[in-house]
């Protein structure tokens, strides 16, 4: 099978002339003119014609230039919090239990209201000792507070205001956040007099609602997505045309601080085992390699031993919103360990977001020969998936391979940004798939009818097909990509339109 050549040279080694390149450009815009003009016997949807058109993706599916704005729902355990999230998503996704440690991997979700799209936080980790129950409520609530850009504060109106209701209250009015109150277990007319008592609160109008039945959650929506700004405050929108956004994140201890530091030459990072010490990403201008890049790190929340469940959704949380502002995230994991499963979540959270990936194995002075077949074998395992993720071997404790990171990071942001020509990609599938055709279904063979490229950053390609191609093809077609066309560093998304041929 003949394989499309990135460097630009033929099987034997020799370097095409002008006239080759031309006549290879001039064929692939035949292939594309040719194979275009076959879909117009095929029923195509607006958005198809509006892809084929504008060639540089469908206005509206761009990504985000800068995290979701954050709503944070937020009050003491036993008010709702999670029935009331699950209303809103509309499904069940919190854990409902007053129970310590049950909401903690997933307690951040994309939302959307009314065509905003936002995301929604559930604290409902925040069932501590009682013994240490202000504390631990001031001190989670106000991370949490931070975090946020609106606040939905929950009260249980058949209980009305408590005093752990009135700390809560009391942290809002000094972060200074748009608050919007819901009277929660409002079932009926009769108990609207409770949620009226809760004026008394000084948050402004008590919305009732009852999370159980989704009474009033409609105009309780209205009110929170009216507060919301078009981008986190959290984050802030990626600069454009200005230095690349790095963004340095790992589970806690695994030495982003002392990186950052290194690279910056001073000690800019705190670095205390205290937990939410450093509360706020720090964004810092960073001169390496003959270039500047702005660095994000997340450095600041640690685990402590009896640490509340809710610590790990303020450190998910955090990561997320460093990960949507940057462009490229360096994943820090600390060879000298065992790699754990925060370690392949983080990676995960990376290449969710569509942002390019740099793998970056710290401590690897401390490695013993011992350990290296160990780790081998744990790449080979657990990071299956991410193996076109450039490596990176280095100590940020001595500064050792430091400077290897800038090819690494500027490997992936070209793949990032890679955009194939249409005709050359679909000369590309047409080889492909004439040498190794999708298996019979049914007796039934999809066939592929045209293909482009919708957007870059992260590359997004739509192939149009006559039947469904499945998975694994699909991850064998995108095998194949990255041996011709490279997109080291950078995921890569292949989406298949099902179009069928109209009815004469």
């Known amino acids: 099978m003949s394989e499309q050549n990135p460097t630009g040279q033929d099987p034997a080694g020799q370097t095409p002339t002008e006239h ?37 993706g469908v206005a509206g599916e761009a990504g ?117 109150l819901a009277a929660n277990k409002v079932d009926g007319p009769r108990a609207e007099a409770d949620a009226a008592a809760l004026w008394s609160l000084g948050l402004g109008e008590p919305r009732p609602v009852s999370a159980l039945h989704g009474r009033g959650t409609g105009d309780l929506l209205d009110a929170a997505v009216t507060e919301l700004p078009a981008i986190s405050a959290a984050g802030g929108a990626i600069r454009e045309g200005g230095p690349r956004r790095v963004a340095l994140i790992g589970r806690p201890n695994v030495g982003k601080s002392s990186l950052l530091n290194k690279i910056l030459g001073e000690e800019r990072v705190v670095v205390d085992a205290e937990a939410g010490t450093t509360r706020d990403p720090v964004d810092e201008l960073v001169e390496l390699g003959g270039k500047t890049w702005w660095f994000v790190d997340t450095a600041g929340i640690r685990r402590r031993v009896h640490q509340t469940s809710g610590a790990d959704f303020y450190a998910s949380l955090r990561t997320q919103a460093a990960i949507e502002k940057a462009e490229v995230g360096v994943v820090l994991v600390d060879a000298s ?25 710290n401590k690897w002075d401390l490695m013993d020969e011992d350990r290296r077949p160990f780790l081998e074998r744990e790449i080979e395992k657990d990071l299956v998936q991410v193996q076109w993720a450039p ?93 011709a066309f490279g997109f080291e560093g950078s995921p890569i998304s292949i989406s298949v339109r099902v179009r069928e041929k109209r009815r004469r």
């Open 391 to 483: 490596r990176v071997n280095l100590s940020a404790q001595t500064g050792w391979h430091t400077n290897r990171m800038v090819p690494a990071i500027e490997t992936a942001l070209e793949s990032w940004d890679t955009r194939i020509p249409t005709g050359r990609l679909n000369a590309f599938l047409g080889e492909l798939v004439a040498a190794h055709p999708h298996p019979l279904r049914g007796g039934k063979q999809p066939r592929i009818l045209f293909a482009t490229q919708a957007d870059t950053r992260p590359p997004r390609f739509v192939i149009f097909a006559t039947g469904f191609l499945e998975a694994g093809y699909r991850r064998f077609i995108e095998r194949r990509l990255r041996e």
């Open 64 to 180: 985000p230039t800068g995290p979701l704005p954050v709503l944070a729902v937020v009050g003491r355990p036993n008010v709702g919090k999670s029935t009331l999230v699950n209303r809103i998503l509309g499904r069940r996704e919190a854990v409902v239990e007053d129970k310590p440690g049950v909401t903690r991997d997933r307690v951040s979700y994309e939302a959307e209201w009314a065509g905003r799209r936002f995301t929604l936080v559930d604290t409902g980790g925040w069932e501590v000792d009682v013994a240490g129950i202000h504390a631990r409520v001031a001190e989670q609530a106000e991370i949490a507070i931070e975090l946020a850009d609106v606040v939905l504060f929950v009260v249980d109106a058949t209980v009305g205001a408590t005093s752990t209701d009135e700390q809560v209250v009391r942290l809002l009015r000094k972060a200074k956040k748009p608050v919007v």
């Open 337 to 361: 360990v065992p790699m754990t499963e925060q370690d392949t979540r983080v990676i995960s959270q990376v290449v969710e977001a569509g942002r390019a990936l740099v793998i970056a194995y």
């Open 20 to 56: 080759d390149v031309v006549q290879e450009a001039a064929d692939d815009a035949a292939r594309e003119h040719s194979l275009r003009a076959g879909l117009a016997e095929y029923e195509l949807q607006e958005e198809d014609l509006a892809l084929l058109e504008g060639g540089e």
